[in-house]
């Protein structure tokens, strides 16, 4: 009794993390092709964490953070600071 509730138990771990990696890759973030269609979603832009300050001079809007869309978007940085689209 002990196996087969362990081989089951086991059974359920494989197969709950195995569908979590699924649904992640199926979550892919959105690419924006220059930083007027990013402006538009973003009007601040997008900064890769909280921490990153701005180079590029005073700013209208406070930067939306998250790393992973920054990350797909990390072209659209011209001034390296962190910052996608800052305005």
Same mark, same amino acid.
């Given at each position: ?17 195995? $569908?979590?990696? $699924? ?6 973030? /959105? $690419?924006?092709?220059?930083? $007027? ?13 909280s921490k990153v300050k701005n180079k590029g001079g005073k700013? /209208? ?18 001034? /390296? ?7």
């Open positions: 009794m002990k196996k087969v509730i362990a081989v089951l138990l086991g059974l359920g771990l494989v197969f709950g993390l195995s $569908t979590i990696d $699924t649904v992640e890759a199926k979550q892919k973030v /959105k $690419t924006y092709k220059n930083c $007027t269609a990013l402006n538009k979603d973003y009007k601040g832009g997008v900064a890769k964490s700013t /209208k809007y406070k930067p939306f953070v998250s790393s992973s869309l920054y990350n797909a978007n990390m072209k659209l940085d011209r001034d /390296k600071d962190g910052i996608a689209c800052e305005k």
